[in-house]
Each structure stands twice: as structure tokens, then as C-alpha cells.
């Protein structure tokens, strides 16, 4: 089947998910009409507004969101606040969603989007008001049943009270309490699900656990080393260190450390609370240049900061088993490539870090039922809607004969196929 082809794009997030999304649609073949649709994203909102600074200037700030489908149910995915954030970036990353809540079998499509900014620059009140107006700028393009942000890189549970707060406030009234799932990721005392905050982390080391169990490999004794020492960062060191797995390398924008004998995520953590949420300069471990941080030797790698991190320039200094992408497209297509043929698994992004997306959806429907679930009920939904998913993709995998990647395409465009196939296209 010819590949699709589609406007001209810079080199990187948005181009690499247009290769994986081919040459899956290649392999099962899938049906060339369907295909045409889901290429395409649905909308693209671009947004400037402005907001007074304390200062009392006024800046102009462009916002995204990115609706890519919604055959299975309203869009769902992140808000991210970086300078990286671009049109193109949204597309990739909304398309991803796509997939990836096909994929765990929730009724979500996949949509994604943020701010063109550096928070590190802007006070609190100003990041407030800069989200509010953002929210007001987007107005109805977002909705409890319509598309459902969520944290990502550099927001937080705060923000989401902001956004929830926002836009049930420009409701009537009478409605205003049935829109406060607007958004997922809030805090518990506003609606939030007990354990959303550690969902993509802890959905990470049960992919790993996975992993291991089907290799017939123990963790305990197994050693690793973290991308990013954000929320999905810490978390999977967190939950991955209770299985006996020992933390010897940590990189973040500050710095690169290493220990021999391990790091505790949770002392760690604390030190980077108290310096800006920087690891720079942690006393029990030294520091090691940027570009070594990959060659390190360990068992496990868990890229969990931004995408194109480990491309066909670093992908041979790898000598790890398996890669567990915390990330979204942490690994360029050609790298990939060079990490399949020295024998290194790798566990796919839309598979490996959706429990955020899962904790998400349980969020939604607690809201939507008024109710309220135990962490530990929580975190056992997620584990089982991960197993399941893991699964089907080891499945599909063997039928195939594919990598897991390729392979969890395939189970999401053959759950969309089939939807597509059941509803029809609405002349």
C-alpha cells in the first residue's frame, strides 16, 4: 500500500509518529479510506492572548490544542508549558494519545496541546493568570464530554484547579458543578483521583514487571538509570526501587549523577524540592558529563524527560536489556532500529507510560459518579487495564512478527478500524 503522504514538516516528534503510524498501517493493511482519516487531525486551535504581567506589561502568549480523533470518545492528553511547543509537537503528541487510549481500551480519542513558554520565568500569579485566560481563550473547544486536559511537561495539579475553576465559572450556575471534570489530574481535594499524581510512574515499572516476568527475569538486583526526575521520573524509581531494582544514575536540565551504590529516590526528591527541583550538586553520588549518562551499564533505562533523546548518534553507546519509555517518543525511528539489532527491548511510550492516561479516565468517571476510590483500588485498576494491554500486544507481536511497537500500532488502528468499519462515515 502506498504511504500517505502530508504537508511538509519539520524533522522530529510529528515526522517520526507519520513513519511508526506507515509502517504499521503497511503491515496489517489497513483500510485505505480509514487510513486517509487517520493521518489527518480532526482540529488544530491556535490561540494568542494577553495577559498583564506584575510588572503591569502586558505579553501576547500562543497557545495550542490539538484534536486529532474522537471515534472512541471525547479527546483526551495534556497540556505541557515548554518553549518546545509548536504545532507540530501537538500534532505528533495528540496522535499518540490516539493510539495510546485504543491501545488500554478506554473511550477517549486522543487530542494534546499548551503553552509556548518558559514557566521558570513568570511568578505564580502570573503563571495563574496567564492559565485562567488561556482557559477563557480555548472557551468551548474543551469540555467534560468534548476534550479533557490533563498535567504534562511542567504543569501540575495546581494548574488543572485553575483550568477546572475557569471554565466552570463562565457556566451558569445550575451546570457549574458538572463541568468540573473539564480536566483530570486535579487535586484530591478538588476532584482529583487518589494516586493520579503517581499513575504514569507506577504504570511504567508494571509494564517492566511485565517485562521481566515474560523474559523470566527477577528485578530484584536489577539496576537502572532515569531520564527526567519529574513526577513520571521519580515515581518509576520509586515503585521500580520497591522491587528490589537499585537507582544508579539520575539526569535532569541541571546535571548527570551517578552512584555504584544507588540512590534513594526519596531522599533525592527531597533535595531537589529544596533547590528548585534541580539534582544538581546532590552530595552522595558525582557528576558525570550530559553524553555519557546513556553508556552507563545497567539493566533497565527509563527515559522519562522529552522526546528524540536517544537518536542513532547515542543508541550505540547503549548496553542496557530493555528501555521503559516514560517519555513520549524518547527514541528517533533510526535509533530504534540500531537498538532492535543489538538484541536491546524496548517498551513502547504508548503502551509503557499509559497508567497517567488510565488514572485519568478513573478520575473522569469518579467525577461523573460522584464517588470517591481508594489508592489501592486505583492502582490495582490500573495494573489490570496495563496486563491486559500487554498482552494483546505480546499477541499481536508473534502473529506479526513485529517489534512491540509496531505491534501496539496495530492493536490501536484495529480497534479504530473496527469502529470505523461498524459506524460508517457520516456523508
Known sequence: METIKTKPTKTGMYENVLRQYNQAADIM????????????????????????????????????????????????????????????????????????????????????????????????????????????????????????????????????????????????????????????GKPVGSGGLEG??????????????????????????????????????????????????????VQDASATIASAEGFDPDDLLKYAAENDGNIKGYEHGSELEDQHFFAIDCDIIIPAALGNQITADNSMQIKAKVIAEGANGPISVDAEKILLRNGIEIIPDILCNSGGVIGSYYEWLQNKRSENWKLDTVLEMIEDKLNDAYDRITEVSKIYNVSSRTAAYIVALKRLELTYKERGVFP
Open 29 to 184: 493493511g489497513l483500510h485505505d479510506g480509514i487510513r486517509k482519516i487517520l493521518v489527518n487531525t480532526n482540529n488544530e486551535i491556535l490561540v494568542n492572548f494577553p495577559v498583564k504581567l506584575d510588572d503591569g506589561s502586558i505579553e501576547v502568549f500562543t497557545g495550542y490544542r490539538v484534536q486529532h480523533n474522537n471515534a472512541l470518545g471525547p479527546y483526551k492528553g495534556g497540556l505541557r508549558y515548554h518553549p518546545t511547543v509548536d504545532i507540530d509537537a501537538a500534532r505528533a503528541l495528540a496522535m499518540w494519545m490516539t493510539w495510546k487510549t485504543a491501545i488500554v481500551g478506554l473511550p477517549y480519542g486522543g487530542g494534546k496541546g499548551g503553552i509556548q513558554i518558559d514557566p521558570s520565568k513568570y511568578s505564580q500569579s502570573e503563571l495563574e493568570r496567564i492559565t485562567r485566560r488561556f482557559t477563557y481563550a480555548l472557551g468551548d473547544n474543551i469540555g467534560p464530554d468534548l476534550d479533557i486536559p490533563a498535567p504534562d511537561v511542567n504543569t501540575n495539579a495546581r494548574i488543572m484547579a485553575w483550568i477546572a475553576d475557569t471554565y466552570s465559572s463562565i457556566k451558569s450556575p445550575s451546570v457549574r458543578q458538572k463541568n468540573m471534570h473539564v480536566v483530570t
Open 196 to 249: 493520579r499524581d503517581r499513575a504514569t510512574g507506577f504504570g511504567v515499572v508494571c509494564n517492566i514487571k511485565k517485562w521481566a516476568k515474560s523474559a523470566q527475569k527477577e528485578l530484584n538486583g536489577m539496576t537502572f538509570i532515569v531520564q527526567g526526575f519529574g513526577n513520571v521520573g521519580y515515581w518509576a524509581s520509586h515503585f521500580l526501587s520497591k522491587e528490589g531494582a537499585k537507582l544508579l544514575a
